[in-house]
C-alpha cells in the first residue's frame, strides 16, 4: 500500500492558532475522505520545510512566495491563497510592516524614507530568513537601487516571532515583518506591545497554497475543499486565523517577486 498524502499549512502555524489549523484541516479532510482520497489525517509538522515542499505526497501546502518562484516552480503548482482580510486593494494580497522601537522615533511616508536609516553602518536589520519575501526581499522597496548589507549588520533569527523579540530587546534596530503575522503577534507575543509600525510595503500576491506537480490531476478537486472548508468552517475556527476565505492563484501571480525593486538589498557574501 502507498503511503498517503500530506497535508501542511505552516506559515502561519503558531501555538496559540494550532487548534484552529487542525480544526480547519478536519473540514477539508473530510471533503476530500468523502472522495475517497487516502490523506494523512494530520497536518504535517516539525519537518524541514524544503523536503516537505518537494515531497511527491504533497497535496496541499504553503510556501512563502519567493522559495516558490525561486526554487519551486515545476515541483509544485499553486492553487490559491487565502484572503485574511487584510487593507490592500485585491483579496488574498498581503504586505510587510517594517517595526521598529517607538522611541526610534521614524514614521515612514513611503518606504524610501526609510532608506537612510537601512544604510546607518549602525544600523542592524532582523531577518528572519534571507529567501523571505516578507522579511528580507521586501526591504528593497526601501531603495533606489542596488546595495549590499554587510552580513554583520544582519540579524538572521529564523521567525518573524524571533525577529520582533530581536527588536524589542534591542538586538536589532528594524525588521520587516509580514502583515498576517504581524496581527497574530499583537495577539498573542508581549514583544510586539514593545515596537512600533513605522511603514508598510506595496501589496504582494500572497503565500501560495500549493500540490505537488505530479498530484496534478488532484489540483481543482482540492482547491473545492479548500474553499469548502475555509467558507463552512466556523466563525470559532476563522475568526483565531483572520480567515475571510480563499481566491485562485496562477503562477504568473507570482512573476512580479522576480521584477525590481525586490533584489535591489543584497548581503555581502550571500545569495539571496
Not at 512563502?64 to 491563497?81: F, N
Not at 546607518?120 to 529567501?131: E, L, Q, R, Y
Amino acid at each position: 500500500m502507498s503511503a498517503p498524502l500530506i497535508a501542511t499549512l505552516p506559515m502561519y502555524d503558531w501555538p496559540e492558532t494550532a487548534s484552529s489549523w487542525d480544526a480547519l484541516w478536519r473540514v477539508i479532510h473530510a471533503r476530500l475522505a468523502e472522495l475517497r482520497i487516502a490523506i494523512d489525517p494530520r497536518l504535517h509538522r516539525g519537518d524541514d520545510p524544503w523536503a516537505v515542499w518537494r515531497d511527491p505526497a504533497l497535496i496541499l501546502g504553503q510556501t512563502c512566495g519567493w522559495p516558490y518562484v525561486s526554487a519551486l516552480r515545476g515541483e509544485v503548482l499553486p492553487m490559491g491563497r487565502f484572503d485574511f482580510g487584510l487593507p490592500v486593494a485585491r483579496q488574498g494580497d498581503y504586505f510587510s510592516v517594517f517595526i521598529a522601537k517607538p522611541d526610534m522615533q521614524l514614521r515612514a511616508g513611503s518606504p524610501r524614507d526609510l532608506a537612510p536609516v537601512l544604510k546607518d553602518p549602525s544600523t542592524t536589520i532582523a531577518v528572519n530568513a534571507i529567501d523571505s519575501q516578507s522579511g528580507f526581499r521586501a526591504w528593497g522597496e526601501c531603495l533606489d537601487g542596488a546595495f549590499e548589507l554587510p552580513a554583520t549588520n544582519m540579524l538572521v533569527t529564523g521567525s518573524h516571532r524571533e525577529s520582533i523579540r530581536a527588536v524589542a530587546e534591542g538586538r536589532a534596530v528594524l525588521a520587516a515583518i509580514d502583515a498576517v503575522t504581524w496581527r497574530i503577534a499583537l495577539a498573542h507575543e508581549p514583544a510586539a506591545q514593545e515596537v512600533a509600525v513605522v511603514g508598510r510595503s506595496a501589496d504582494m500576491p500572497g503565500l501560495p497554497l500549493v500540490i505537488a506537480a505530479g498530484l496534478a490531476q488532484l489540483q481543482g478537486i482540492v482547491f473545492t475543499a479548500l474553499a469548502h472548508g475555509v467558507n463552512q468552517s466556523p466563525s470559532e475556527i476563522r475568526s483565531p486565523l483572520g480567515l475571510k476565505g480563499v481566491v485562485a492563484a496562477d503562477d504568473t501571480d507570482y512573476d512580479i517577486l522576480t521584477q525590481p525593486p525586490y533584489g535591489n538589498l543584497r548581503v555581502a557574501g550571500m545569495a539571496a
